[in-house]
Each structure stands twice: as structure tokens, then as C-alpha cells.
């Protein structure tokens, strides 16, 4: 059953991702990077420690290193007397062994002695006069201590292939003497505006009925802030032989394409006929059970995935978060760990608002701190309003099953992020 734009019956969500997922997507090429470019890429290639982290065995408190026997039954009342035999300096290796005693005056992260198995704090001793201190609470063997190879071990694998490197992770890397990587290259997203309503946002002085091009800056943003690289290739005209053109120039330079515009039915939308003659499976589906977002197209020509995406700004960057997204980290050759690729925080939501059911609604709001907690206000207005996207901080989900939210509803917010996804 076709609806009155000629379209077939509109696909779920679900369904619209498993469709384009299941695709067999090119593999990504990999290159290796240094550590200083390596924050937001992809590994291709596990990473494996050269080398015991740490070194060495290291103290975790300014205080006394000691054997922790000499302490057993020490306290207060009953403190234990240690000798004092000399001081532990940063970053050098303790030229004295601690023999039974004795104690070393240790900073954090200091070597630990021979002969030292623990680290006493310096809040739990007092100076007794004549090189002697008063230790007043026992240790245990390896107490305040970080061990050789506790962190790391030599062989082990550190991160494995598939994961995007976080700042952390880059941390971890240079703490080990790596300093380059085996990653994938960034994978190139060609993204094309279409429309003769659409002109340049240089423009000044606008015709009547002329918009200047926001969605190809929008989707630019949004594949470099998901790892990849956009390649704006300009403005179409609504000319099926040059909107052709262009997209198998598009899919000789990229591993995806992204249309803006001419994804609904009409006399002058070609986006679906162009992805159709590129070859089987070409699209995939056309409409999805979704607000704002529903003329989505989704397809693969030559091995390239392609959307078409709506006019409306807050649609485009609905369909991105929600089916672009996923494919783009594939692309880039990063594997699912199991976590959303968003921020979620949990709120309460601003008004009644209705939502019909069997689609699944994303609506926009802005984030409020109120005395009785975190509030989600939504932000209305039609998809068409780049205004409802400024103002607003994330999304919150309307489920097909639900018929709306209630005021005071207790809701996850999907928070727009401005990282690396």
C-alpha cells in the first residue's frame, strides 16, 4: 500500500538500520598515525604492551617506606620505633637497601627500597628525635604500594582493534612508550545539497523563495564530530542528469554519500531513481516511521552506502544521529562495545505533549536546572527551523507504543554531543 506521495509503507526504525547494516560495507584501509594525531581514530590492529607498568615497585602516599613486619601491633598507645636510614628521591633508584628497622623517607610515586614492602603515611607516624620515628598504625605487606607490572603486563593486550581512542587511552599508550599506531583512515563523506531554492550562504540579498544551504555545514559537523572527513561537493539544481553526475563522482571519492533535499516524492526529486540506477540492492528503503525524518531514503550503489535526507534541518540531524551515525562508525571500522554512542541524562519532562502512535518521535528540548531537579523543556517548532536546534540540548524519544509524554514524566535525555562519537 502506497500513501499519497506514491511512497510504500514506512519501515520502523529498527528495521531501516538492519536494512542498511546487514549491507556488506567496505572494508576501511588502515595507515599508521603518531599518538599526538591519534585521539578520535579508530585501531585497526590490537595494541600490546612492550613492557611492565610499572617498572618498578612504587609508593602511592608521601611517607616512610618499611618493612611491614617491624609495624605488626604498632598503634597509638604501643607505637613501633623505626631508624631512620635515608630518603628515596624522585625518579632515581634508592642507592641503600632497608634492612629490618629501618625506615626511608618516600614521596609518591617514589622507587620503593630493597628489602621495603609497604608504605607507612606520614599522618600515622611522629618524629622521635636521633634519626627515629614512632609509627602508630601497622601496614600490611604491598600496603600503599602500586607492584611491578600492576597496571600492565608485559604481553598483554592493552587495546584492541576496533576501539576509538579516547584522551585516556592516548595517556596510556605514551605511558608505555608507544608512539604511533595501527588505525584506520578516516573514512571521506561526499555531501551534496540539492534544490533550486538552495544557494550559497555567501549570498546576500536574497530572491524571493531562495534559502541559503544549512544542511551541508550541518552535515559537514556531524561527520567530522563521528570521525570522518566530509567533502562538501556543492549545490545541485533539481536536474536529474546533474544530480547523476554528481553522485557517481561522489562514489569514485567517498565510501559514503549524503543528499540533501529531494527525498520526498514529487515531480523533481530524483534522489531514489539516481540510487536505483547504480545497481542492485540500490535502495533500500524509502520512509521511516520517524519525526521529524520520515522521507528518509536509505540505499547502496556500487559497494557505497547513500542517503537521502529531508530539507528540514532538524530532520537531517535527527537521521544522522540515528542511522548515519552507525553506519559512519562502521565505516570507520570501529566496533560496537555495547554503549550508545550519546550522553544520556535522566530528567523530567517539561509539558504534556502528544505523539502518535506506531512513529517514533524525536523531539527537541533544552535542558533546565530547577530547585526540585533537572528538567527537559521542549523546544517546538517545525522541523524546518534551524531554531529549534540552537536552542535545544539533546532529544528526547517518544517509543511508537506511547501516545505521548506527561508533564513531570521522568525521561532520558540523548544529549547532542560535542565529541567524537
Same mark, same amino acid.
Given at each position: 500500500? &502506497? ?10 526504525? %529498527? ?6 547494516? %546487514? @549491507? !556488506? ?13 591519534? $585521539?578520535? +581514530? ?8 612492550? %613492557? ?66 609497604? *608504605? =607507612? ?32 603486563? &608485559? ?10 581512542? +579516547? ?24 555531501? =551534496?545539497?540539492?534544490?533550486? %531554492? ?33 567533502? +562538501?561537493?556543492?549545490?545541485? !539544481? ?11 563522482? $561522489? ?39 520517524? &519525526? ?17 535526507? !529531508? ?6 540531524? *535527527? ?6 551515525? !552507525? ?41 533546565? @536546572?530547577?530547585?526540585?531537579? *533537572?528538567?527537559? +523543556?521542549? *523546544? ?40 567524537? $562519537?
Amino acid at each position: 500500500m &502506497k500513501d499519497l506521495l506514491g511512497r510504500g509503507e514506512a519501515v520502523s526504525v %529498527e528495521k531501516a538500520l538492519s536494512l542498511i547494516l %546487514e @549491507q !556488506p560495507l567496505p572494508a576501511p584501509p588502515t595507515e599508521r598515525t603518531g599518538i599526538e594525531n591519534a $585521539c578520535g +581514530r579508530v585501531l585497526s590492529a590490537d595494541v600490546v604492551s612492550p %613492557e611492565d607498568l610499572p617498572g618498578f615497585r612504587r609508593s602511592t602516599m608521601d611517607g616512610y617506606a618499611v618493612h611491614s613486619e617491624d609495624t605488626f601491633g604498632a598503634s597509638e598507645g604501643m607505637p613501633a620505633y623505626l631508624a631512620l636510614a635515608g630518603e628515596v628521591l624522585m625518579g632515581e633508584r634508592p642507592g641503600f637497601r632497608l634492612e629490618r628497622g629501618e625506615a626511608a623517607v618516600i614521596p609518591t610515586g617514589g622507587m620503593l627500597p630493597e628489602g621495603a614492602d609497604a *608504605v =607507612v603515611m606520614y599522618e600515622h607516624t611522629n618524629t622521635a628525635g636521633d634519626g627515629m620515628i614512632e609509627v602508630m598504625r601497622a601496614v600490611a605487606p604491598n600496603e600503599n604500594v602500586i607492584l611491578r607490572g600492576e597496571d600492565v603486563r &608485559k604481553g598483554a593486550v592493552v587495546l584492541r582493534s576496533g576501539r576509538r581512542l +579516547r584522551p585516556q587511552d592516548v595517556g596510556a599508550l605514551a605511558g608505555l612508550g608507544i608512539l604511533d599506531v595501527e588505525v584506520f583512515r578516516r573514512p571521506v563523506v561526499a555531501v =551534496v545539497s540539492t534544490g533550486d %531554492e538552495v544557494v550559497p550562504p555567501q549570498r546576500r540579498g536574497l530572491s524571493p523563495g531562495e534559502v541559503r544551504d544549512i544542511n551541508s555545514y550541518n552535515l559537514a559537523g556531524l561527520v567530522m564530530r563521528c570521525g570522518g572527513m566530509p567533502l +562538501r561537493k556543492g549545490i545541485i !539544481p533539481d536536474d536529474l542528469d546533474r544530480l547523476r553526475a554528481a553522485v557517481n563522482e $561522489c562514489i569514485r571519492e567517498a565510501q559514503m554519500v549524503l543528499i540533501s533535499g529531494g527525498s520526498s516524492v514529487g515531480t523533481r526529486d530524483y534522489t531514489a531513481k539516481v540510487i536505483d540506477e547504480l545497481g542492485p540492492p540500490g535502495v533500500l528503503f524509502h520512509g521511516v516511521s520517524i &519525526k521529524p525524518g520520515k522521507p528518509l531514503i536509505g540505499g547502496l550503489g556500487e559497494g557505497i552506502p547513500l542517503f537521502g535526507l !529531508p530539507g528540514h534541518p532538524a530532520a537531517v540531524s *535527527v537521521c544522522f544521529e540515528t542511522f548515519i551515525g !552507525p553506519v559512519l562508525r562502521r565505516l570507520a571500522g570501529e566496533k560496537p562495545d555495547g554503549l550508545p554512542p550519546y550522553r544520556t541524562v535522566k530528567a523530567f519532562f517539561g509539558r504534556n505533549l502528544a505523539s502518535p502512535a506506531g512513529r517514533e518521535d524525536h523531539v527537541r528540548v533544552a535542558i533546565e @536546572q530547577r530547585d526540585d531537579g *533537572v528538567w527537559a +523543556r521542549p *523546544v517546538l517548532g517545525k522541523s524546518g527551523l534551524i531554531r529549534t536546534l540552537v536552542e535545544a540540548d539533546g532529544i528526547v524519544v517518544v517509543p511508537p507504543h506511547k501516545n505521548g509524554l506527561y508533564e513531570g514524566e521522568s525521561v532520558e535525555v540523548r544529549l547532542f554531543n560535542d565529541s567524537p $562519537c
